[in-house]
């Protein structure tokens, strides 16, 4: 058997230098796919985390509100957080809206205690007293987004990209703002106009491929999907295309959650809320991507319908477009969920916290195991990890050359076992820095033992 396996090992580093190393540079790498992973060998796996509960932050009660708003989308916007959503009622029997749709907005300072400013902007019933920040087309599910593009003029500071369908001209407007505020249309026609877009559709500047992107929903064979499309001025798109989910079912994906993943521009990561036609209940899952196409999608859902409280109803459990840092929660990350749709006379969001960059991990069972990483090159001198071990576990890790030969005075023998709980620790070696500095550029592997750990991401800094 060890011959077997041995052999096995061989020829896998054969094929593997037979590719190029993949360049990582100093980002910031995390284990929510393959890509850069060789072999993984004991007992490990790739485990989706689940983000812990916390407060309900916003509660929609006033009389332009209700218990179907919905499509929430939360970011940070320097020292403020912004929320933008939809503000809609329906009767809890027929399900018929009972006043019309309207965009909200609620604000923040610390990410958990929101306020609904009195924006003096459109009349709900004779009066501008309301926090009613857009009113036009495509209240139904505006979704906007500060651009970070460096090039973008001041009047289009902050965009939004939503449905729309006057006239029978349907389609996914796309809309602009000096303050994120006072909003007005781009551009009179639909830009996008292939899709269903009942749904949160959205967009946004992409820093590492340096173009605007979409996802937005539309239907395949009867089941609810996203396609993608890119822009380079956010007027004129290209053809969408379907999104690519390898060895995931084929499942009805309501919102899609999707962002670039501002510690690791590189990757993609969204929350895409599974809907499940029997009940019509929903549950968000987590997934990731390389390219903005294919995207590794894991099946556990990450906020379960038994997560407080109020989530097994129609609906009842969408996962609000946003993941932003809290400064009273130093090592976290916020996501939020709804609760209580249709059940109430409003609903309600909830905060929920992972660790930084914790979405998945390499989890090792009783046994451990070893995971052999793909050639790839650095730049930095040192090695840290994002880790969290149990009681009497621990993880190494062994620096090789691409061939699969250890770095003297980097051997598994040499590292410094590293016990507790850490999202940066350096790895330390017999060898020391200067090995590393000697081999920047140069194509190497990691091996990793883990036993009784999660490991979560590595990055190599100066």
């Not at 503000?87 to 306020?115: F, M, N, R």
């Not at 309301?130 to 289009?156: L, Q, R, S, Y």
Request: glycine share 8%; proline share 6%.
């Amino acid at each position: 058997m060890k011959l077997v396996c041995s052999l096995a090992l061989t020829l896998c580093i054969a094929s593997s230098l037979s590719a190029e190393p993949i360049e990582i540079g100093s980002r910031l790498e995390l284990f929510v796919d393959d890509f850069l992973i060789e072999k993984m060998s004991g007992d490990l796996s790739h485990q989706v985390q689940q983000p812990t509960p916390h407060e309900v932050t916003i509660v929609t009660d006033k009389p332009w509100e209700g218990n179907t708003c919905a499509y929430y989308t939360i970011f940070q916007d320097g020292d403020i957080y912004r929320m933008y959503y939809r503000g809609s009622h329906a009767d809890e029997k027929t399900q018929k809206s009972l006043h019309p749709e309207v965009t909200c907005y609620a604000e923040s300072t610390d990410g958990i205690h929101w306020t609904k400013p009195n924006l003096g902007l459109f009349a709900w019933e004779g009066s501008k007293e309301n926090n009613i920040v857009w009113n036009g087309i495509g209240t139904h599910c505006f979704v906007p987004f500060k651009d970070t593009n460096p090039d973008c003029p001041p009047e289009a500071k902050y965009k939004a990209i939503s449905r729309g369908r006057p006239q029978g001209k349907k389609g996914l407007y796309v809309f602009q703002s000096p303050d994120g505020i006072r909003w007005s249309l781009m551009h009179d026609e639909p830009v996008i106009t292939e899709g269903a877009f009942d749904s949160q559709n959205l967009a946004f500047w992409n820093p590492h491929t340096k173009q605007y992107v979409d996802f937005h929903r539309t239907f395949t064979n009867g089941v609810r999907d996203i396609m993608t499309c890119t822009s380079d001025d956010f007027v004129t798109w290209t053809k969408p295309v379907l999104l690519k989910y390898p060895d995931a079912p084929h499942q009805h994906l309501y919102t899609n959650a999707i962002r670039s993943y501002d510690r690791a521009p590189h990757l993609l990561i969204g929350f895409p809320t599974r809907y499940l036609p029997k009940d019509s209940q929903v549950e968000p899952i987590f997934m990731s991507s390389r390219d903005g196409l294919t995207f590794k999608r894991y099946d556990t859902p990450v906020v379960p319908r038994d997560a407080p409280e109020d989530r097994q109803g129609n609906r009842s459990n969408y996962m609000v477009h946003g993941l932003v840092e809290i400064p009273s929660q130093p090592g976290r990350m916020s996501v939020f969920a709804t609760e209580a749709y249709y059940v109430g006379p409003d609903t309600r969001v909830r905060r929920f916290s992972y660790r930084t960059d914790g979405f998945v991990a390499i989890n090792a069972g009783d046994k451990g195991g070893e995971l052999l990483t793909k050639p790839f090159t650095f730049k930095g001198s040192k090695l840290v990890l994002n880790y969290k071990a149990a009681e009497g576990g621990l993880v190494q890790v062994e620096l090789q050359n691409a061939d699969g030969s250890p770095v003297q005075g980097c051997t598994m023998d040499d590292c410094k076992k590293l016990t507790g709980d850490s999202s940066g620790q350096a790895v330390n070696w017999k060898g020391g820095s200067d090995a590393l500095k000697k081999l920047a550029g140069k194509p190497v592997r990691l091996r990793f033992s883990v036993n009784h750990a999660d490991l979560f991401a590595f990055q190599f800094v100066e």
